[in-house]
Protein backbone atom coordinates (compact mmCIF):
# COMPACT_ATOMS: atom_id res chain seq x y z
CA UNK A 1 0.00 0.00 0.00
CA UNK A 2 1.52 3.72 -0.63
CA UNK A 3 2.01 5.99 1.64
CA UNK A 4 -0.91 8.38 1.44
CA UNK A 5 1.32 11.48 1.44
CA UNK A 6 2.82 10.98 -1.70
CA UNK A 7 -0.97 11.04 -3.29
CA UNK A 8 -0.71 15.03 -4.13
CA UNK A 9 -4.15 16.73 -5.47
CA UNK A 10 -2.54 16.28 -8.92
CA UNK A 11 -1.29 12.85 -8.31
CA UNK A 12 -5.28 12.17 -7.17
CA UNK A 13 -6.51 13.91 -10.55
CA UNK A 14 -4.20 11.51 -12.62
CA UNK A 15 -5.39 8.55 -10.79
CA UNK A 16 -8.84 9.59 -11.49
CA UNK A 17 -7.69 10.00 -15.88
CA UNK A 18 -5.87 6.35 -15.58
CA UNK A 19 -8.63 5.00 -14.19
CA UNK A 20 -11.45 6.56 -16.58
CA UNK A 21 -9.67 6.81 -20.12
CA UNK A 22 -6.58 5.35 -19.28
CA UNK A 23 -4.79 1.97 -18.81
CA UNK A 24 -2.15 0.26 -16.66
CA UNK A 25 -0.60 -3.08 -18.53
CA UNK A 26 2.45 -5.12 -17.24
CA UNK A 27 3.45 -7.89 -20.17
CA UNK A 28 6.54 -10.33 -19.30
CA UNK A 29 7.63 -12.84 -21.38
CA UNK A 30 11.03 -14.91 -21.43
CA UNK A 31 11.38 -12.53 -24.25
CA UNK A 32 10.39 -9.46 -23.50
CA UNK A 33 8.93 -7.59 -20.57
CA UNK A 34 6.92 -3.87 -21.02
CA UNK A 35 5.28 -1.88 -18.05
CA UNK A 36 3.41 0.60 -20.12
CA UNK A 37 1.27 3.76 -18.54
CA UNK A 38 -1.66 5.10 -21.37
CA UNK A 39 -4.53 7.37 -21.90
CA UNK A 40 -6.47 7.78 -24.70
CA UNK A 41 -8.66 9.98 -26.16
CA UNK A 42 -10.77 11.45 -28.69
CA UNK A 43 -8.10 13.08 -31.16
CA UNK A 44 -10.85 15.72 -32.75
CA UNK A 45 -12.22 16.57 -29.22
CA UNK A 46 -9.60 16.69 -26.79
CA UNK A 47 -6.52 17.56 -27.82
CA UNK A 48 -6.18 20.72 -26.25
CA UNK A 49 -6.82 18.37 -23.43
CA UNK A 50 -4.03 16.03 -24.00
CA UNK A 51 -2.03 19.21 -24.11
CA UNK A 52 -3.02 19.84 -20.16
CA UNK A 53 -2.37 16.04 -19.20
CA UNK A 54 0.84 16.31 -21.12
CA UNK A 55 2.11 18.89 -18.32
CA UNK A 56 0.49 17.26 -15.63
CA UNK A 57 2.28 14.33 -16.19
CA UNK A 58 4.86 15.86 -16.78
CA UNK A 59 5.31 18.20 -13.69
CA UNK A 60 3.79 15.24 -10.91
CA UNK A 61 5.65 12.52 -11.99
CA UNK A 62 8.96 13.93 -12.84
CA UNK A 63 8.79 12.40 -16.45
CA UNK A 64 8.48 13.12 -20.06
CA UNK A 65 5.17 11.22 -21.29
CA UNK A 66 4.75 10.88 -25.60
CA UNK A 67 1.77 11.86 -27.18
CA UNK A 68 0.83 10.66 -30.31
CA UNK A 69 -2.33 11.63 -32.62
CA UNK A 70 -3.08 8.46 -34.31
CA UNK A 71 -5.77 7.37 -36.89
CA UNK A 72 -8.40 7.23 -34.42
CA UNK A 73 -7.36 8.44 -31.19
CA UNK A 74 -4.86 10.37 -29.01
CA UNK A 75 -2.30 8.10 -26.89
CA UNK A 76 -0.59 9.56 -23.84
CA UNK A 77 2.17 6.77 -23.09
CA UNK A 78 5.25 5.79 -20.79
CA UNK A 79 6.70 2.69 -20.62
CA UNK A 80 8.30 3.06 -17.17
CA UNK A 81 7.47 0.03 -14.19
CA UNK A 82 8.18 2.83 -11.52
CA UNK A 83 5.56 4.46 -12.91
CA UNK A 84 2.80 1.81 -13.18
CA UNK A 85 4.20 -0.13 -9.82
CA UNK A 86 3.71 3.67 -7.88
CA UNK A 87 -0.02 3.63 -9.50
CA UNK A 88 -0.70 0.19 -9.01
CA UNK A 89 0.20 0.24 -4.68
CA UNK A 90 -2.31 3.38 -4.55
CA UNK A 91 -5.05 0.68 -5.28
CA UNK A 92 -5.37 1.40 -9.44
CA UNK A 93 -5.63 -1.81 -11.12
CA UNK A 94 -3.31 -3.55 -13.84
CA UNK A 95 -5.02 -5.04 -16.93
CA UNK A 96 -8.76 -5.10 -17.75
CA UNK A 97 -10.57 -3.01 -15.07
CA UNK A 98 -14.40 -2.43 -16.76
CA UNK A 99 -16.28 -4.32 -14.29
CA UNK A 100 -14.08 -4.42 -10.72
CA UNK A 101 -12.89 -0.64 -11.06
CA UNK A 102 -13.14 1.51 -7.97
CA UNK A 103 -11.68 4.53 -6.21
CA UNK A 104 -8.36 3.29 -4.31
CA UNK A 105 -9.41 3.44 -0.33
CA UNK A 106 -6.52 6.09 0.20
CA UNK A 107 -8.16 8.67 -1.86
CA UNK A 108 -11.85 7.93 -1.49
CA UNK A 109 -11.11 8.15 2.68
CA UNK A 110 -9.51 11.75 2.04
CA UNK A 111 -12.32 14.77 1.18
CA UNK A 112 -9.74 17.03 -0.56
CA UNK A 113 -7.92 14.02 -2.85
CA UNK A 114 -11.34 12.10 -3.31
CA UNK A 115 -12.39 15.40 -5.30
CA UNK A 116 -9.30 15.69 -6.94
CA UNK A 117 -9.74 12.17 -8.27
CA UNK A 118 -13.31 12.46 -9.17
CA UNK A 119 -12.52 15.50 -11.52
CA UNK A 120 -9.90 13.26 -13.41
CA UNK A 121 -12.20 10.59 -14.01
CA UNK A 122 -15.06 13.09 -15.14
CA UNK A 123 -13.07 14.57 -17.27
CA UNK A 124 -12.15 11.44 -19.19
CA UNK A 125 -15.43 9.07 -18.80
CA UNK A 126 -18.68 11.22 -17.82
CA UNK A 127 -20.48 12.93 -19.98
CA UNK A 128 -21.53 16.60 -19.83
CA UNK A 129 -24.80 18.01 -22.04
CA UNK A 130 -27.70 19.98 -21.59
CA UNK A 131 -31.13 18.27 -21.73
CA UNK A 132 -34.48 20.03 -23.86
CA UNK A 133 -37.20 18.12 -22.27
CA UNK A 134 -40.41 20.53 -22.34
CA UNK A 135 -37.85 23.45 -22.46
CA UNK A 136 -37.93 25.59 -25.64
CA UNK A 137 -33.83 24.69 -26.56
CA UNK A 138 -31.67 22.50 -24.73
CA UNK A 139 -30.66 24.39 -21.03
CA UNK A 140 -31.28 21.68 -18.60
CA UNK A 141 -27.88 20.45 -17.43
CA UNK A 142 -27.06 16.84 -16.97
CA UNK A 143 -23.54 15.32 -15.81
CA UNK A 144 -23.69 11.60 -16.53
CA UNK A 145 -21.37 8.53 -15.41
CA UNK A 146 -21.99 4.90 -16.88
CA UNK A 147 -20.08 2.14 -15.36
CA UNK A 148 -19.84 -1.88 -15.52
CA UNK A 149 -18.31 -1.74 -12.10
CA UNK A 150 -21.52 -1.03 -9.65
CA UNK A 151 -18.69 -0.53 -7.00
CA UNK A 152 -17.84 2.73 -9.03
CA UNK A 153 -20.81 4.12 -8.80
CA UNK A 154 -21.23 3.45 -5.31
CA UNK A 155 -17.67 4.66 -4.54
CA UNK A 156 -18.60 7.87 -6.62
CA UNK A 157 -21.79 8.02 -4.31
CA UNK A 158 -20.25 8.24 -1.48
CA UNK A 159 -17.51 11.49 -2.51
CA UNK A 160 -21.50 13.46 -4.04
CA UNK A 161 -23.74 12.60 -0.73
CA UNK A 162 -20.20 14.20 1.63
CA UNK A 163 -20.70 17.46 -0.83
CA UNK A 164 -24.38 17.64 -0.58
CA UNK A 165 -24.76 17.02 -4.53
CA UNK A 166 -28.19 15.03 -5.66
CA UNK A 167 -28.31 12.40 -7.78
CA UNK A 168 -30.14 9.42 -9.52
CA UNK A 169 -29.25 6.12 -10.22
CA UNK A 170 -30.44 3.51 -12.94
CA UNK A 171 -29.59 0.31 -13.44
CA UNK A 172 -29.06 -0.62 -17.64
CA UNK A 173 -29.23 -3.69 -19.25
CA UNK A 174 -28.08 -3.98 -23.01
CA UNK A 175 -28.33 -6.76 -25.63
CA UNK A 176 -26.19 -7.52 -28.60
CA UNK A 177 -24.65 -10.45 -30.14
CA UNK A 178 -22.02 -11.32 -27.56
CA UNK A 179 -24.77 -11.54 -24.68
CA UNK A 180 -26.27 -9.34 -21.96
CA UNK A 181 -24.76 -6.40 -20.13
CA UNK A 182 -25.52 -4.77 -17.31
CA UNK A 183 -24.15 -1.04 -16.38
CA UNK A 184 -24.80 1.42 -13.95
CA UNK A 185 -25.83 4.87 -14.73
CA UNK A 186 -25.39 7.72 -12.29
CA UNK A 187 -27.27 11.40 -13.29
CA UNK A 188 -26.72 14.56 -11.34
CA UNK A 189 -29.44 16.80 -12.85
CA UNK A 190 -30.21 20.74 -12.47
CA UNK A 191 -28.24 24.26 -12.02
CA UNK A 192 -28.14 24.04 -8.50
CA UNK A 193 -25.80 21.17 -8.55
CA UNK A 194 -23.92 21.76 -11.55
CA UNK A 195 -22.61 24.80 -9.66
CA UNK A 196 -22.05 22.83 -6.85
CA UNK A 197 -20.01 20.56 -9.23
CA UNK A 198 -18.16 23.03 -10.47
CA UNK A 199 -17.36 25.35 -7.23
CA UNK A 200 -16.68 22.08 -5.36
CA UNK A 201 -15.32 19.70 -8.12
CA UNK A 202 -14.88 21.55 -11.44
CA UNK A 203 -13.85 20.30 -14.48
CA UNK A 204 -9.91 20.46 -16.58
CA UNK A 205 -11.54 19.28 -20.00
CA UNK A 206 -12.17 21.70 -22.40
CA UNK A 207 -14.64 19.38 -23.92
CA UNK A 208 -16.79 19.91 -21.14
CA UNK A 209 -15.97 23.72 -19.93
CA UNK A 210 -16.77 24.70 -23.44
CA UNK A 211 -20.92 23.19 -23.12
CA UNK A 212 -21.18 25.22 -19.99
CA UNK A 213 -19.46 28.19 -21.32
CA UNK A 214 -21.79 28.31 -24.34
CA UNK A 215 -24.93 27.71 -22.37
CA UNK A 216 -23.65 31.07 -20.01
CA UNK A 217 -23.21 33.05 -22.92
CA UNK A 218 -26.91 31.80 -24.82
CA UNK A 219 -28.80 30.33 -22.49
CA UNK A 220 -28.48 26.94 -23.90
CA UNK A 221 -25.63 24.62 -25.22
CA UNK A 222 -26.75 23.87 -28.81
CA UNK A 223 -26.49 20.19 -28.95
CA UNK A 224 -23.88 17.48 -31.50
CA UNK A 225 -21.54 20.72 -31.67
CA UNK A 226 -17.72 19.66 -32.02
CA UNK A 227 -15.33 21.92 -29.86
CA UNK A 228 -14.20 23.69 -32.86
CA UNK A 229 -17.80 25.17 -32.97
CA UNK A 230 -18.00 25.51 -29.71
CA UNK A 231 -15.27 27.64 -29.23
CA UNK A 232 -16.34 29.60 -32.24
CA UNK A 233 -19.63 30.29 -30.46
CA UNK A 234 -17.83 31.41 -27.28
CA UNK A 235 -15.37 34.08 -28.69
CA UNK A 236 -14.10 33.95 -32.57
CA UNK A 237 -11.25 36.03 -32.01
CA UNK A 238 -10.00 34.45 -28.13
CA UNK A 239 -9.38 30.89 -27.39
CA UNK A 240 -11.26 29.42 -24.19
CA UNK A 241 -8.99 29.77 -20.48
CA UNK A 242 -7.31 26.10 -20.63
CA UNK A 243 -6.52 25.58 -16.79
CA UNK A 244 -2.98 25.15 -15.52
CA UNK A 245 -1.02 22.08 -14.92
Known sequence: MADSSKITPKIAEICGVITGDGHLSRYIS???????????????????????????FQKSLGRTFKIKIKKDCIHLYKHSKEILEFFEEIGIIVGKKSDKARIPKLILNDPILSLKFLRGLADTDFSMCFKKGARRNNSYPRICAEFASQKMIKDIQIILDRIGITYCKQKVIRHNLFGVFIHYRLQINGRKNLSKWMNLIGFSNPKHLTKIKVWKNLGYCPPRTTYSERLKIINRSRKINLPTS
Do not use: A, C, N, W
Open 30 to 56: PKRTDYRVEVFGDKTEEVDYFQYLFLL
